[in-house]
T-cell receptor, first 113, second 114 residues
């Protein structure tokens, strides 16, 4: 079946540095991608999304990059803060009209003071 | 705003017992769904509903039943719990079932089946 995977299960960064979390997806026809943040004991929280007709989208301190040629998605967090420590999931929506997301396995981001 | 509310937060069952995980949303969302989250794995879709009276299976539906009698509520039923159903369960909703609609998640129910 289709799957979304992450290259690094754990990422440790220093406070103030930039973080880059990577994700590979396998369904080349997926047309919508999302990054979620999950803090301990909580449900996933939407961070940023991007459609397949774009290759970059910026939010507040976050940027998502989409490379359809190699089926790669990345999340960049600028000036990482202790509050950014969490598990980050990428998710894709395969072709179709229903909001059925396929999630990756997650990357733990640990911010060191 | 309450958003998506799940109850209970924790539950321990014995093999063969039944129970219902409750999910309610107060955002008048048409689309609701249930995911399970296992260690080392991403969230996997169990069942979903595009509106009251309409439900469908996701990726891992076996062992679970759902119904959607109102827009607000989407309970998940385990008829005969098995240890393989030990997991964290998340309910999520969005305004509609369209691609690109932002999913809002509840805080989860941690279920252990002994």
């Amino acid at each position: 079946g289709e799957s979304v995977g992450l290259h690094l299960p754990t990422l440790s960064v220093q406070e103030g540095d930039n973080s880059i979390i990577n994700c590979a997806y396998s369904n080349s026809a997926s047309d919508y991608f999302i990054w979620y943040k999950q803090e301990s004991g909580k449900g996933p929280q939407f961070i940023i999304d991007i459609r397949s007709n774009m290759d970059k989208r910026q939010g507040q301190r976050v940027t998502v990059l989409l490379n359809k040629t190699v089926k790669h998605l990345s999340l960049q967090i600028a000036a990482t803060q202790p509050g950014d420590s969490a598990v980050y999931f990428c998710a894709e929506n395969p072709p179709g009209a229903t909001n059925k997301l396929i999630f990756g396995t997650g990357t733990l981001l640990a911010v060191q003071p | 705003n309450a958003g998506v509310t799940q109850t209970p937060k924790f539950q321990v069952l014995k093999t063969g017992q039944s129970m219902t995980l409750q999910c309610a949303q107060d955002m008048n969302h048409e689309y609701m769904s249930w995911y399970r989250q296992d260690p080392g794995m991403g969230l996997r879709l169990i069942h979903y509903s595009v509106g009251a009276g309409i439900t469908d299976q996701g990726e891992v539906p076996n062992g679970y039943n759902v119904s959607r009698s109102t827009t607000e509520d989407f309970p998940l039923r385990l008829l005969s719990a098995a240890p393989s159903q030990t997991s964290v369960y998340f309910c999520a909703s969005s305004y509609s079932a369209g691609v690109g609609e932002k999913l809002f998640f509840g805080s989860g129910t941690q279920l252990s089946v002994l």
